[in-house]
């Protein structure tokens, strides 16, 4: 029998042995935590259930993919009509409705664009979309033969249509002239970590995802995602071994022999690493050379999250809402400088909404996120303490709530418990950042060049992060071994 030890419980591990397993692989995963998810994780706190890490589920199909042909799943998923409240410092609440026709009304009557302007802007990013995703994001690019494909050189002969040569924020200007409009459409590229004022153009494919094809919201929250895949996986007899932590991927001749977890060894015909790449190469790999490509990259940007157990309900705020700065630029602008702006956008997700038994009666639990940079040794305990002290002033004026006198129980994450949890480079949540044109070109491939039998699955390597390009990592994975 054919054997692959898969190296963390992420997301990507989890999809990658599900998919090994269907092919008749023996597959074991080794997490260093004592359950499964990595970032897609979950809070149990004081009667409180908070989703820790992702909350917006978009590409629910990928998830379907590997449900399919299980006996009985009980995972189920509802599209949001809302997908976001937005409000503005001038006192505007836009309501982001999924359906492409309302939202452009919803934007034409509360803003200075037109509705035709917001349909066009999402006919061409879903046209942005369609002509990169099979090159960019199914396929094992960062190999060159598989750049001389059919829909490679379409790409080549679009390169206008690929909106690579401008950035993000200077795309949208061309499209709206409401600066709440473009930094509406901004943001979206903090949906991979990135600064719209340095991230390509190409990156406004991104709300496509959300209104052409749906922003999901698990029945259950995020985190059974994860619960649901590990069940189909150890149904499909993948074995799974907790406070695992994997030191070393032993390699003998120039092909992986297995891994030493523990201090034991553990042999395999193969390895999946499913742990930050910056990460596996410096503690898992250190005898194979970091490839040099990979070490000039900067990493994505972080978050700090407050975990509030909030008194009452609050009917002003929906399960998605964001609250604006009034200076985007400047916002950016700190993070880039390693530090965080003194009025910046929060961002409050509230399971709790449509998932009652999340909060005990008369509470809501408010999962409170801002964006911060990559942990380079900032004094976060002090950064920590002011950034809560400016997002309690933040909501109290735009929202009148006196937030302070009604949390009940309080916890938090930050880029140094990211960093230690999960084992992300600086706590970056998604990789490499995509602040220029070149990172999509530049990030690690799915298959080892120095070392047969080991592969590379998760966010920070190719396509990228986000649990959609986690699930396409591993099917990129996948599509390099053979049935048995
Ligand atoms: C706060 C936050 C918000 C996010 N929001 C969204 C969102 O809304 N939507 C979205 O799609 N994505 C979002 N993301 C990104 C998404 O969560 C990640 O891209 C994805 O979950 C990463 O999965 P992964 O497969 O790379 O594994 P990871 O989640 O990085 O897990 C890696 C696993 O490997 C384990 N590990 C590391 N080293 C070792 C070792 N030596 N031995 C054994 N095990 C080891 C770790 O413990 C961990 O469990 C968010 C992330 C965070 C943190």
């Not at 949001?80 to 409705?97: C, H, K, N, Q, S």
């Not at 249509?161 to 979206?188: G, P, W």
């Amino acid at each position: 029998m054919q054997t692959v030890s898969t190296v963390g419980a992420g997301i990507g591990g989890i999809a990658t042995a599900i998919r090994l397993a269907r092919k008749g692989y023996r597959v074991k995963v080794f997490e260093q935590q004592p359950n499964a998810g990595g970032k897609l994780n979950e809070l149990r706190l004081s009667g409180f259930r908070f989703d820790a890490g992702p909350s917006l589920f978009t590409l629910p199909q990928l998830v379907d993919e590997l449900i399919a042909g299980a006996n009985t799943s009980a995972f189920n998923y509802q599209k949001l009509e809302l997908i976001t409240r937005y409000f503005f410092p001038d006192g505007t609440v836009l309501d982001a409705w999924a359906e492409p026709e309302r939202f452009a009304e919803e934007v034409a009557q509360k803003f200075n664009d037109k509705h035709t302007d917001v349909l066009r802007y999402l006919k061409e990013s879903r046209e942005l979309y369609e002509l990169t995703a099979n090159t960019f994001v199914y396929s094992p690019f960062p190999q060159l033969k598989n750049f001389f494909t059919l829909q490679s050189l379409k790409l080549a002969m679009n390169p206008k249509k690929l909106k690579a040569f401008e950035t993000m924020h200077e795309v949208n200007c061309k499209y709206f002239s409401d600066h709440r409009t473009i930094q509406l459409f901004d943001r979206y590229a903090t949906y991979n970590g990135s600064n719209p004022y340095l991230a390509p153009g190409t990156l406004t494919m991104i709300p496509h995802l959300e209104h052409n094809i749906g922003a999901y919201f698990p029945t259950a929250g995020m985190y059974a995602i994860t619960t649901e895949l590990v069940k189909i996986a150890q149904n499909l007899g993948v074995e799974f071994e907790y406070n695992a932590h994997v030191d070393k991927v032993d390699i003998r001749n120039g092909r992986v022999v297995g891994i030493k977890v523990n201090g034991s060894s553990a042999e395999s015909n193969y390895v999946v690493n499913n742990t930050d790449i910056f990460t596996a190469y410096q503690t898992l790999l250190h005898e194979v050379p970091l490839a040099s490509r990979l070490a000039a990259q900067q990493p994505s940007s972080s978050a700090l999250i407050f975990y509030f157990g909030v008194k009452g309900i609050h009917p002003k705020l929906d399960v998605h809402n964001i609250l604006f700065t009034s200076d985007y630029y400047s916002e950016f602008k700190a993070m880039e400088q390693g530090s965080i702006f003194n009025d910046p956008t929060v961002y409050i997700f509230i399971t709790s909404k449509r998932i009652a038994a999340d909060a005990p009666d008369r509470h809501e639990n408010w999962f409170v996120m801002i964006n911060v940079p990559p942990n380079t040794g900032q004094d976060w305990d002090e950064l920590r303490l002011k950034a809560r002290e400016a997002i309690l002033v933040k909501i109290k004026r735009m929202l009148g709530i006196d937030l302070a006198s009604l949390i009940v129980a309080e916890d938090y994450l930050d880029p140094v418990r990211i960093e230690k949890r999960t084992g992300s480079f600086r706590g970056s949540l998604y990789g490499i950042s995509s602040n220029n044109r070149m990172a999509a070109f530049n990030r690690h491939p799915n298959r080892s060049k120095n070392v047969k039998g080991l592969y590379f699955v998760g966010g920070s390597v190719h396509p990228g992060g986000g649990i959609p390009l986690c699930l396409a990592s591993a099917k990129i994975v996948d599509s390099y071994f053979k049935p048995l």
